[in-house]
């Protein structure tokens, strides 16, 4: 099988990558090795998002999967240090000014139908076990769709859209820990837990400071709630407890969270991740790109993670587009696609390490304090944190560095 694109794994990046390479003329295999979309993490979404889905054709979809709305976040960054930030006090910067907490097997499954009807053909059950190279120059996939059943496709670009598997960055040993955020993640759902909502019904994430970290809160369909806890690598080593043991301290240490945990019921495994974050020095080679996950995950604190995927999916399109016009698809020629999504992962990246530094010093100089008093200060924070990277300048928030 000879195609122009394959792209290995169907969560949002590689979904929309491959719908929008299908809608520029494109033949697209997309391989994703799961028989159906499954849990997955990341399920706080930004406003930013309706651009991409309305250019993807999926917005009707994705407002009638009955996702709950989402209007904003409350930051707790220290006891009786809480901050409300609402993404529709500026509307006039994103198509709507909400977005929705979704389960992210629903979600998944919505932009990978629409990648198979906007003509991507789509092989589900498809194990990637080996990414093909001539020399330097990747080449195509060797895959699985039964045990022992091995079969090969091949390609003028290949896409890695594989997550926190990184099939290509293994490959090269490319992938290795962001050396200032070494944190790992614990989180599970709840069902029938408390949660906090907005006058109209609709429903925010809240993210709390704890003891080694912090906690989010993302309330989902009916009465499921997903409560995770990111805590400093170091922190978890010293304390010498199990994941279960840490987690559930983390939770009882946050009187608002555990009275909301309090009598619910647990409805899935505590799912851990030692290393959450880490870095790729370079996503595009001779033949190939990283889209998303694939090319590295800096922390969830923003929920940044799928609107950069889906940003990420677009431009590495034009310059997949673009190459197979040109007969050009040399990591020289996809350069353009890393230094465009360069730009907003800097962006968020900077504001994660200072979240960071606000939870350590504990105190009220912060930008969520100043923002009280700034209008200005507040626009910029909240388009920043809806996912207007490229709508607002960081350097422009004053005392942000």
Known sequence: MDYETIVVGGGPAGSACATFLAQRGHRVLLLEKEPEMGFKVGESLLPALWEYWNKLGVTEKIEAAGFPIKRGVWFKTAPGADYLLRTDEFPEYFIRPYTFHVDRATYDRLLLENAREKGVEVLMGAAVSEALFDGGRATGVAFETAPGERRTARCKVLVDATGRSTLLSSRLSRRYSHPKLRKAAFYTHFD?????????????????????????????????????????????????????????????????????????????????????????????????????????????????????????????????????????????????????????????TRMIVNWYEIMKRKDSGNIFEWSRSSPMLRERLIVLLSGGYDKIDLDAISKWS
């Open 192 to 348: 029938g837990a408390g949660r906090r909502l907005n006058e109209d019904g609709s429903t925010l994430t809240d993210i709390h400071a704890t003891e080694g970290g912090w906690l989010w809160c993302i309330p989902l369909r009916g009465d499921l709630t997903s409560i995770g806890a990111v805590l400093d690598g170091d922190f978890v080593k010293a304390s010498g407890r199990s994941p279960e043991d840490l987690f559930a301290a983390a939770v009882q240490a946050d009187p608002e969270i555990a009275a909301w945990t309090a009598g619910a019921r647990q409805t899935m495994q505590l799912h851990r991740i030692p290393s959450i974050s880490y870095l790729n020095d370079d996503f595009t080679g001779d033949g190939f790109l990283m889209i998303g996950d694939a090319s590295l995950f800096i922390d969830p604190i923003f929920s940044a993670g799928v609107t950069i995927a889906m940003r990420g999916a677009e431009f590495a399109a034009d310059a997949i587009s673009e190459a197979l016009r040109s007969g050009d698809s040399s990591a020289a020629a996809f350069k353009k696609y890393e230094q465009k999504i360069r730009v907003p992962i800097s962006k968020i």
